[in-house]
């Protein structure tokens, strides 16, 4: 036998082949670094998809531009670029690859798994369908199942079809999602939109529109009030309630069939109150249902939802993790709820056995018949998997090991497949009709003669039909009835219920439920759901992430509610898009292309001429208008931009936080934030008044020579807003190596040394005055005590009170200074000092002036020290605490 490269989904299965490889050839494994070698075998693994679809870019410089001249894109041929994430596994595989000349596919045993290692030989230059290339199916990771399923390979060119659907599935994603958000969100900027997110998928675009159309009908839901009349008949075997037959004449009912009137139902229970009628039919028909079918994903999903409270993604992860971890249940992504028959004839009487060892099942299990076989076992309905159910390894000893959720979900699926060899749920039905004063009155009931199954599910499982209607006493014909007591019985219609995670999913599922189109609904068969098992809950879980779904809680349920931004999606898009019948279409064309039907080519063809005529008519249609969003267009709006010649003026709300915020303006649709490539061209906003220009405005920039100076006024909130400037046209604060050139235009000279000029700033340091606004003399320099230490705080008149008298005046003593105002560091009361005050100076001018003492300074003049000073000459602005020198 040649030497072969097993190449698993995932590292689990990997090692779970490896285990078998061992088994088969006694040989010992030997685990390097990404593989694990059994004799002359190798075993290696990928996680997940190995290789993505390019995006746009990848293919064309002009695909990575957001533009209307590019579309469609339908790529000539189609790429994959590596999954950095995974990229020193992609570097063994390579290498694995290079080394071995007959290899095999052990993906997942699906659509998908079949793609993901057949991509992975292609791109390392090897013909997936010739014939050195075998498939491995697993279905189950217990030991001697996927050591069967390792001797059973066959042939990987016999899964080619299979192959084919899983590419036709990824490049119409492809085509549909890249193409349709584009030209969507194109034509949404168009109007003016900016923030409105438009992602169309083929799959999530109807699925989102499914839940957008329940929140709908129960928001537009009338309930109505009607009413159903019963009457109490007392016979000689027993007492029954019957409910009236209405006439069709009958005044007070709808088109619906329903009683509004509640008098005619009051009128109709006083006429029969007390009289006696007569049984005009009664017949017993024996009856009875088998057990419910093994679950699939989508039904598993459901059941988990109801039970449970859990999500179809959770549901999916526990279902997992009892596959691949505690190996206790078959493949869990399948569709099918069918077992083969050799489940039946091989595998039934071990797995019950095993079963009958588990506590809450031992009474189920040990009752159980595995020699009947119910409904569910049928070959004919069994495809690429069969259903759900425990496999031989699932004992107590599993269970134990199991979290409580686990071990909740394998329950639910260990006795569903209990219940097929328990007898059938065997019940006679009966009905009988009653004439009274020329009224007719029917009643049904059931009578259980054996529960079957349903012991398996115990009284929790109680069916709730059969409670309500009771059981009937026997009777015959014309027998005679005493009319008892009567009701008028109120009732009010229910809107439907909001979907779930469960009932979402089951309508992926049954899709052909929801399609209007009844050639269509004719065409699908029942089976054929939008999405796959494998993909529904992370499809649920994306338009959650988008914000066009949320997850909340009614009551013990968590429902999924569509937002505002999911209904504005579904309202600007086609119907063909958004409706299920489409996708339900395209689904049905993939399982031809899976059966072999329909060919990879003619399957893009067709997909192919859909987008092609859909971009077309979209960008026809112009324009589309955003609730909340979109904003009126401007004169100019369309036009080719200016400026860069290749973009066009688009309609926008001016974002900057000033006077103009909220206004509308052109901006060329070139720009794209963070692209290098960038128009910056922009309009004024509306009412925008044009500023005094400022001197030296538009001269040579005197730092760099090349550009010219540009005028500006800060926009910010801040201690500088308002504040005008100047800057060099060159600047680019994204290149350092740019001019930087920068100054303000308002400064004005220091009044304490009339050289520097004032610098205003913002403390940034921790403390009490961190976010204080103050100026500093531009000259100030704190290692030179004989240099101006002018400081002041620009809030600290709004902040301390009203303006002291002779507060900014020059100061009577030196002449120099300027009368600042301070406050005392015990007193906490304002005060005035000459600015011209320098530590250790001779000359430094002493003059301070106290409101509270009217105005008296102390003797000594000049030469008198002041009573509080900040050390250091000036207020510190780093926002500790401010530290005055004591009075000499």
Excluded at 114 to 142: H, T
Excluded at 241 to 254: E, H, Y
Excluded at 343 to 360: F, S, Y
Excluded at 389 to 394: D, H, L, N, Q, V
Aim: glycine content about 8%; charged content about 30%; overall charge positive.
């Amino acid at each position: 036998m040649p030497q072969r490269l097993f190449i698993a989904e995932k590292p689990a299965l990997g090692r779970a082949i490896a285990t078998a490889l061992a088994t088969l050839s006694g040989a010992r494994p030997s685990a390097g670094r990404g593989f694990i070698e059994v004799g002359g075998d190798c075993v290696t693994w990928t996680i997940g998809h190995a290789y993505d679809t390019a995006e746009p870019g990848d293919y064309s410089s002009t695909w990575d531009k957001w533009s209307l001249d590019v579309l469609p894109m339908l790529p000539e041929r189609w790429k994959l670029v590596p999954n950095a994430e995974i990229a020193d596994q992609i570097a063994v595989l390579k290498d694995r690859i290079r080394r071995y000349d007959h290899f095999v596919n052990v993906g997942d045993a699906e659509r998908e798994g079949q793609l993901i290692v057949d991509e992975i030989l292609i791109e390392n230059g090897v013909d997936p369908f010739s014939p050195k290339v075998s498939r491995v199916w697993v279905s189950s990771f217990v030991e001697k199942d996927v050591a069967a399923a390792v001797a059973g390979a066959f042939p990987n060119s016999q899964k080619k079809s299979l192959y084919e659907a899983a590419v036709a599935r990824q490049r119409a994603d492809w085509l549909l999602g890249m193409n349709m958000s584009r030209v969507f969100g194109l034509m949404v900027q168009q109007s003016g939109a900016r923030g409105f997110r438009v992602s169309v998928g083929r799959v999530q675009t109807p699925t989102l529109k499914l839940v957008v159309d329940r929140d709908r009908q129960i928001e537009n839901f009338k309930a109505v009030d009607h009413f159903a009349p019963s009457i109490t008949f007392v016979h000689e075997n027993g007492t029954f309630k019957a409910a009236w037959q209405f006439p069709a004449d009958t005044k007070g009912l709808d088109p619906e069939g329903r009683l509004l009137d509640k008098a005619v139902a009051q009128a109709l229970v006083q006429k029969i109150a007390g009289k006696t009628g007569t049984v005009e039919s009664y017949s017993e028909t024996p009856k009875s249902t088998s057990p419910p079918l093994p679950f699939a994903l989508s039904t598993l999903q459901k059941a988990c939802s109801q039970k449970f409270g859990l999500t179809a993604q959770q549901t999916l992860d526990v279902a997992q993790e009892l596959y691949e971890k505690h190996k206790a249940i078959t493949y869990p992504r399948s569709d099918s709820q069918h077992l083969p028959n050799s489940v039946h004839t091989d595998e039934a009487d071990g797995i019950l056995r095993n079963l009958a060892g588990v506590r809450e099942l031992a009474d189920a299990a040990g009752r159980a018949n595995p020699k009947l076989k119910s409904p569910a076992f049928d070959d004919k309905k069994v495809t690429d998997h069969h259903g759900i159910i425990p496999t031989s390894e699932a004992s107590a000893s599993k269970l134990a090991a199991m979290g409580e959720i686990e071990r909740k979900v394998f329950l639910l699926i260990a006795r569903t497949f209990v219940a097929q060899f328990h007898p059938d749920f065997r019940y006679v039905s009966s009905a009988a009709t009653v004439l009274c004063e020329g009224e007719r009155f029917k009643a049904t009931g059931t009578r259980v003669v054996d529960q079957g199954w349903k012991t398996v599910f115990g009284a929790e499982e109680a069916d709730e039909e059969e409670e309500a209607e009771g059981t009937l006493p026997s009777m015959k014909m014309k027998d005679p009835v005493d009319a008892k007591a009567g009701s008028i019985d109120p009732k009010r219609t229910k809107p439907p219920a909001h979907f779930d995670d469960g009932t979402l999913v089951e309508a992926m599922a049954k899709i052909h439920l929801y399609v209007q189109d009844q050639e269509v609904r004719k065409r699908l068969r029942e089976n054929d759901g939008i999405g796959t098992e494998a993909t529904r809950a992370s499809m649920i879980e994306k338009l959650i992430r988008a914000k066009y779904l949320e997850r909340r809680t009614k009551g013990k349920r968590k429902i999924l509610v569509s937002t505002d931004a999911g209904r504005q999606l579904v309202d600007l898009l086609p119907s063909d898009l958004v409706a299920p019948d489409t996708t339900a279409m395209w689904e049905s064309f993939l399982e031809r292309v899976k059966g072999g039907e329909f060919t990879l080519a003619q399957f893009m063809d067709r997909q192919t001429q859909f987008v092609r005529k859909r971009v077309q008519t979209a960008i026809a249609a112009g324009a589309i208008q955003v609730k909340g969003f979109s904003v009126e267009p401007l004169e100019g709006h369309g036009t080719e931009c200016p400026h860069c010649r290749a973009g066009h003026l688009v309609t926008q709300l001016w974002p900057f936080d000033d006077e103009y915020k909220g206004r509308r303006f052109l901006r060329c649709d070139n720009w794209v934030k963070d692209r290098a490539d960038n128009c910056r061209y922009k309009t004024p906003p509306e009412g925008y008044k044009e500023r005094e220009k400022l001197e030296g405005e538009g001269n040579p920039c005197p730092a760099c020579g090349k550009g010219v100076l540009k005028g500006g006024v800060v926009r910010k909130e801040g201690p500088n807003r308002g504040r005008p400037f100047l800057m060099c046209s060159e600047v680019d604060r994204e290149k350092p190596d740019s001019c930087q050139h920068f100054e303000w235009k308002d400064e004005t000279p220091c009044p304490s040394c009339g050289k520097g000029v004032l610098k205003r700033g913002v403390v940034r340091k921790e403390g009490p005055n961190k976010g204080r606004p103050f100026a500093m003399c531009s000259a100030v320099d704190r290692t030179n005590p004989d240099g101006c230490q002018h400081f002041s705080w620009l809030d600290e008149k709004a902040a301390k009170g009203p303006k002291i008298k002779g507060e900014g005046e020059l100061c009577t003593v030196c002449g120099k200074g300027t009368m600042m105002r301070r406050t005392g560091r015990t007193s906490g009361k304002p005060f005035l000092s000459c600015s011209n005050w320098k530590q250790g100076a001779s000359d430094s001018c002493d003059n301070r002036v106290f409101p509270d003492d009217g105005g008296r300074r102390p003797a000594g003049g000049a030469s008198a020290a002041p009573a509080a000073r900040p050390r250091g000459g000036r207020p510190s602005p780093g926002g500790g605490k401010r530290s005055f020198a004591k009075a000499r």
